[in-house]
């Protein structure tokens, strides 16, 4: 699959990967663990740049958020005692749902979201905690919202540039503060056929007074039910809010049809697994449901 490659470089620093993306230009890939450039070969790549000797396999936790280092790995994510406590641990959730042991060993975070696919499992609780990305090249480093770093699918603003580092600012404190992450796989370790991550904090009266819902594999890219969000928020949660948040997301998605599953199934499946998430975070935030009667 790779007998067209030239050489395979295995920079040690950020500087030096930086410098030899721009010398190979479009005839070069980035190789991090691997587990999606493997299925994408193309004859126009002869050379790959592995990055995962760059030193940016960290985590670094504060009070004001966290920031993950682009080659850290699914395994270290899922272990990581700054991202288990993160948000109610949805990020190691996430990556511990990414396919086997052996491939959560290999796959990274900045290979996950830079592979661009809608349904990655990390992109949909990073979008929600609004994470930001890091990008850089020979000639500039930028930092902007993971929101404006997808533009299509597998299609990024990257161009040529290294995704760095990965950072979540700081979340909502306080109480009755409740998260989510719900996959459905066709198996345990398959790819998302739909996925679901939800945020979601009360007042002392329960009425939710800030909330998140992001989505996977069911629109172009990961996406944000800002409709349903606008919803929820302000009001107290009934079974009949639950179910209204829920057609909301279903309109809301543009989900496709492929060998994993249909169009119409996913569309069910998005109203199915927001409401699973709000109800997760609401038992959380100890916000009872009610009625709405
Ligand atoms: C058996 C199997 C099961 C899987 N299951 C899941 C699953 O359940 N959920 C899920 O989300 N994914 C799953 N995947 C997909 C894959 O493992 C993940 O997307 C993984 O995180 C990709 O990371 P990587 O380091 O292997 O990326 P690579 O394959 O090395 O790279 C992927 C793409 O991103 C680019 N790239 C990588 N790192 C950077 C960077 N820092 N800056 C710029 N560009 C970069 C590469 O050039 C390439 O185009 C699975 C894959 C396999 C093979």
Same mark, same amino acid.
């Given at each position: 699959?790779?007998?067209?490659?030239?050489?395979?470089?295995?920079?040690?620093?950020?500087?030096?990967?930086?410098?030899?993306?721009?010398?190979?230009?479009?005839?070069?890939?980035?190789?991090?663990?691997?587990?999606?450039?493997?299925?994408?070969?193309?004859?126009?790549?002869?050379?790959?740049?592995?990055?995962?000797?760059?030193?940016?396999?960290?985590?670094?936790?504060?009070?004001?958020?966290?920031?993950?280092?682009?080659?850290?790995?699914?395994?270290?994510?899922?272990?990581?005692?700054?991202?288990?406590?993160?948000? +109610?641990?949805?990020?190691?959730?996430?990556?511990?749902?990414?396919?086997?042991?052996?491939?959560?060993?290999?796959?990274?975070? +900045?290979?996950?979201?830079?592979?661009?696919?809608?349904?990655?499992?990390?992109?949909?609780?990073?979008?929600?905690?609004?994470?930001?990305?890091?990008?850089?090249?020979?000639?500039?480093?930028?930092?902007?919202?993971?929101?404006?770093?997808?533009?299509?699918?597998?299609?990024?603003?990257?161009?040529?540039?290294?995704?760095?580092?990965?950072?979540?600012?700081?979340?909502?404190?306080?109480?009755?503060?409740?998260?989510?992450?719900?996959?459905?796989?066709?198996?345990?370790?398959?790819?998302?056929?739909?996925?679901?991550?939800? +945020?979601?904090?009360?007042?002392?009266?329960?009425?939710?007074?800030?909330?998140?819902?992001?989505?996977?594999?069911?629109?172009?890219?990961?996406?944000?039910?800002?409709?349903?969000?606008?919803?929820?928020? +302000?009001?107290?949660?009934?079974?009949?809010?639950?179910?209204?948040?829920?057609?909301?997301?279903?309109?809301?998605?543009?989900?496709?049809?492929?060998?994993?599953?249909?169009?119409?199934?996913?569309?069910?499946?998005?109203?199915?697994?927001?409401?699973?998430?709000?109800?997760?975070?609401?038992?959380?935030?100890?916000?009872?449901?009610?009625?709405?009667?």
């Amino acid at each position: 699959m790779f007998d067209h490659i030239e050489c395979y470089y295995r920079p040690t620093t950020l500087r030096e990967a930086l410098l030899l993306l721009r010398k190979v230009g479009k005839r070069g890939r980035i190789v991090a663990g691997a587990t999606d450039l493997v299925l994408q070969a193309d004859r126009s790549t002869r050379f790959l740049i592995d990055i995962t000797h760059l030193g940016l396999d960290y985590v670094r936790g504060s009070s004001r958020g966290c920031v993950i280092g682009a080659t850290t790995t699914m395994g270290a994510l899922e272990h990581s005692l700054a991202v288990r406590t993160l948000a +109610g641990g949805i990020l190691a959730k996430a990556a511990s749902t990414c396919g086997s042991i052996q491939n959560r060993n290999m796959a990274t975070v +900045g290979g996950n979201v830079a592979n661009a696919s809608p349904a990655a499992d990390t992109a949909a609780v990073l979008l929600l905690l609004d994470a930001k990305v890091v990008l850089a090249s020979s000639r500039s480093k930028r930092k902007i919202a993971l929101a404006d770093f997808y533009s299509v699918p597998h299609q990024t603003v990257l161009k040529g540039s290294l995704l760095v580092e990965i950072a979540i600012p700081a979340l909502p404190r306080g109480g009755r503060l409740g998260w989510s992450f719900q996959k459905l796989g066709r198996t345990e370790t398959d790819i998302s056929l739909v996925n679901a991550a939800a +945020g979601m904090q009360a007042d002392a009266r329960g009425r939710i007074k800030w909330v998140r819902l992001a989505l996977g594999a069911v629109g172009p890219t990961p996406l944000r039910a800002r409709n349903a969000e606008a919803l929820l928020v +302000g009001n107290i949660l009934s079974e009949d809010l639950l179910m209204r948040a829920g057609d909301a997301v279903m309109k809301e998605v543009s989900p496709i049809s492929d060998s994993r599953a249909s169009a119409e199934y996913r569309r069910e499946m998005s109203g199915v697994l927001a409401k699973r998430a709000l109800r997760e975070c609401a038992a959380q935030a100890g916000v009872p449901v009610g009625s709405g009667a």
